[in-house]
C-alpha cells in the first residue's frame, strides 16, 4: 500500500468481522513498533498479546465496572463493546516504570517513545488491511488486568484491539490545519 494511502485511510475501528487475524500479522504490527524512534533508543515498550479467554475476561471486568459504576458516563461500556468483535487484543506496557522513579525526567520522553510505537502498529495494521482501535479505557480498570495478568514490574499503557473492519470508516472532522499553528 503506498505510504500516503495508509496515513490518510487509517481510521479507528470500533466493530470487526469474525475473520481470524493470524499470528505472522501480530508479529508484524508488534515489528513495526519495535522500530519505532525511542527516547536515547530505551524502547520502553513491552507488549502482552491476550488469548481469547484473557479478552473476554478484560471485556467482562469492563462491563462489571460500568455497571457498578454508572454515575461516571465514561466510554468504558463502549469499549467492551468493541473488544467483543475485535478478532485479537495486546496490552501495552511501559518498562521505564522503576526507572521513572528514580528520574522524572525519563517520564515525558518514554511516554511519547511509546505513542510512536502505538502509531507505527496503527498503520501496520492498515497496510495490512486490518483495523484497530487504541484502548485506555482500560485503564479504568489497571490494577485488576495487572493483577490477573501477572504484570507487577510495568506499567500499562493501553490495550489494543485488531481485526477486520466491518465497514469502511470515513474520515473523522479533524481541526483546521490553520488553527493549529501557533505562530
Ligand atoms: C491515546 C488514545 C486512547 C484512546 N482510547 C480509546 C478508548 O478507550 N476507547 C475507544 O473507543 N477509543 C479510544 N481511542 C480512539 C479515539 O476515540 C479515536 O482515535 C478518535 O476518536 C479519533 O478517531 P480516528 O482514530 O478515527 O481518527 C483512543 C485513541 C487514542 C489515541
Known sequence: MDFNEVINSRRTAR???????TNEQIEKILQSACIAPSAKNRQPWKFYVL???QKN???NMLF?????NPKERTSVKGTAEQIKTANKMIMIYSDSYKSKAKNENYKKPDYISLGCAIENMSLQAVNL???SCILCDTLYIEDEIDNYLGINDYEQICGFIVGYPI????TKIKKDFADLLLN
Open 51 to 53: 488469548n481469547d479467554e
Open 64 to 68: 462489571e465496572w460500568d455497571k457498578l
Open 167 to 170: 465497514y469502511n470508516y470515513s
Open 129 to 131: 488491511g486490518l483495523g
Open 15 to 21: 466493530v470487526f468481522t469474525d475473520e481470524n487475524v
Open 57 to 59: 475476561h478484560i471485556m
